[in-house]
């Protein structure tokens, strides 16, 4: 649909942001080649806290050495640097699952790596996302527990998770990520909102405009800024142009630029790793590809509620490449059924 509805035969090259979906698939494939070591899923894990530790380390550096407001890292970004940190952070937590003795707990550092990681970018809304990805993390860990002791686990948790928000609280308070909270709050009572909060309230009433104007059809991936700048005042957007533009939601970008298929695309991206994960075995690592996936999955639907995700190079490969080694290396030879 993006192709279809290009305005000139140069549009179509933005297809290729797309292009990691059908590289995920060859990287399965080497994924299984690899897989069925309990070894192996764990190394990988380990692969995922060393990617978040060296996430931290870029930050130290724009920070301490380069003397940045903000890490940004290399050909990146801020939210990059932060949303990358995140995903990896809480994938290397799966290593608790896979591994066995005191070392399972190395990998409880991830998530505390990605929050050092958030906060040295500055970015408020991964911020936002730590707390339904704690949540889901403590969930898998109870649900791994004896039966007999998940309730005394769950409080005890629960306990640790309170303790470690507010812990958190202290810390960052004063900072720029401590305002995430309270712009959300500000935002949900009517109160005054940043501008970066304003412009993107103006971006998601001009998006759903035009996407009622053009509901099955869309205007292009390249059309988005074309047409949104017939609605938005280009003076007032300068740092947006006519090449470079999106409304920082992935429903909308999305629903713009080919309609209602296109929203059915970006729910089919979303579905379809969780849904490979509920049906990909009965081994004892299911849970483990299940949670991998909805990690990836519940930190790129938040994120796109505030930001541009799918569709973006970058955001889309570590997307779909994260999916597909998650599903084919957490694995093990099937148990044998009942």
Same mark, same amino acid.
């Given at each position: 649909?993006?192709?279809?509805?290009?305005?000139?035969?140069?549009?179509?090259?933005?297809?290729?942001?797309?292009?990691?979906?059908?590289?995920?698939?060859?990287?399965?494939?080497?994924?299984?080649?690899?897989?069925?070591?309990?070894?192996?899923?764990?190394?990988? !894990? @380990?692969?995922?806290? /060393?990617?978040?530790?060296?996430?931290?380390?870029?930050? =130290? *550096?724009? &920070?301490? %050495?380069? $003397?940045?407001?903000?890490?940004?890292?290399?050909?990146?970004?801020?939210?990059?640097?932060?949303?990358?940190?995140?995903?990896?952070?809480?994938?290397?937590?799966?290593?608790?699952?896979?591994?066995?003795?005191?070392?399972?707990?190395?990998?409880?550092?991830?998530?505390?790596?990605?929050?050092?990681?958030?906060?040295? !970018? @500055?970015?408020?809304? /991964?911020?936002?996302?730590?707390?339904?990805?704690?949540? =889901? *993390?403590? &969930?898998? %860990?109870? $649900?791994?527990?004896?039966?007999?002791?998940?309730?005394?686990?769950?409080?005890?948790?629960?306990?640790?998770?309170?303790?470690?928000?507010?812990?958190?609280?202290?810390?960052?308070?004063?900072?720029?990520?401590?305002?995430?909270?309270?712009?959300?709050?500000?935002?949900?009572?009517?109160?005054?909102?940043?501008?970066?909060?304003?412009?993107?309230?103006?971006?998601?009433?001009?998006?759903?405009?035009?996407?009622?104007?053009?509901?099955?059809?869309?205007?292009?991936?390249?059309?988005?800024?074309?047409?949104?700048?017939?609605?938005?005042?280009?003076?007032?957007?300068?740092?947006?142009?006519?090449?470079?533009?999106?409304?920082?939601?992935?429903?909308?970008?999305?629903?713009?630029?080919?309609?209602?298929?296109?929203?059915?695309?970006?729910?089919?991206?979303?579905?379809?790793?969780?849904?490979?994960?509920?049906?990909?075995?009965?081994?004892?690592?299911?849970?483990?590809?299940?949670?991998?996936?909805?990690?990836?999955?519940?930190?790129?639907?938040?994120?796109?509620?505030?930001?541009?995700?799918?569709?973006?190079?970058?955001?889309?490969?570590?997307?779909?490449?994260?999916?597909?080694?998650?599903?084919?290396?957490?694995?093990?030879?099937?148990?044998?059924?009942?």
């Amino acid at each position: 649909m993006f192709a279809i509805a290009a305005g000139q035969p140069a549009d179509v090259r933005f297809v290729f942001n797309f292009l990691p979906f059908l590289l995920a698939f060859p990287v399965y494939g080497v994924g299984r080649q690899l897989a069925g070591e309990r070894d192996v899923a764990e190394m990988i !894990a @380990g692969l995922f806290l /060393a990617g978040t530790l060296i996430a931290v380390c870029v930050g =130290l *550096f724009d &920070v301490l %050495v380069r $003397g940045m407001y903000r890490s940004e890292g290399f050909y990146s970004g801020a939210l990059v640097i932060a949303r990358t940190g995140l995903v990896f952070g809480f994938l290397a937590a799966a290593g608790f699952f896979l591994s066995d003795g005191k070392r399972r707990y190395v990998f409880l550092s991830g998530p505390v790596l990605a929050l050092v990681c958030i906060y040295l !970018a @500055g970015a408020r809304g /991964a911020l936002l996302i730590v707390p339904f990805l704690s949540v =889901l *993390f403590l &969930v898998f %860990v109870v $649900g791994a527990a004896p039966a007999r002791q998940r309730m005394r686990l769950a409080v005890r948790l629960a306990l640790m998770l309170i303790a470690g928000g507010l812990g958190v609280a202290v810390l960052i308070g004063g900072s720029r990520v401590s305002e995430a909270f309270t712009s959300v709050a500000h935002v949900l009572s009517g109160g005054a909102v940043d501008d970066a909060i304003r412009d993107r309230l103006d971006f998601y009433s001009t998006g759903w405009t035009l996407f009622m104007q053009a509901p099955w059809g869309g205007y292009g991936w390249a059309g988005i800024p074309r047409m949104a700048f017939t609605i938005l005042d280009p003076d007032a957007y300068t740092a947006y142009s006519l090449d470079f533009f999106d409304f920082h939601n992935d429903f909308l970008n999305f629903a713009v630029a080919a309609g209602v298929p296109g929203v059915a695309a970006l729910l089919g991206f979303f579905v379809a790793p969780i849904l490979s994960a509920l049906r990909s075995g009965n081994d004892r690592l299911r849970p483990v590809r299940l949670y991998g996936v909805l990690v990836i999955v519940i930190t790129y639907v938040l994120a796109g509620l505030t930001d541009i995700s799918l569709g973006f190079d970058r955001f889309t490969a570590t997307y779909a490449f994260s999916v597909a080694v998650v599903l084919a290396v957490f694995r093990l030879p099937a148990s044998p059924r009942s």
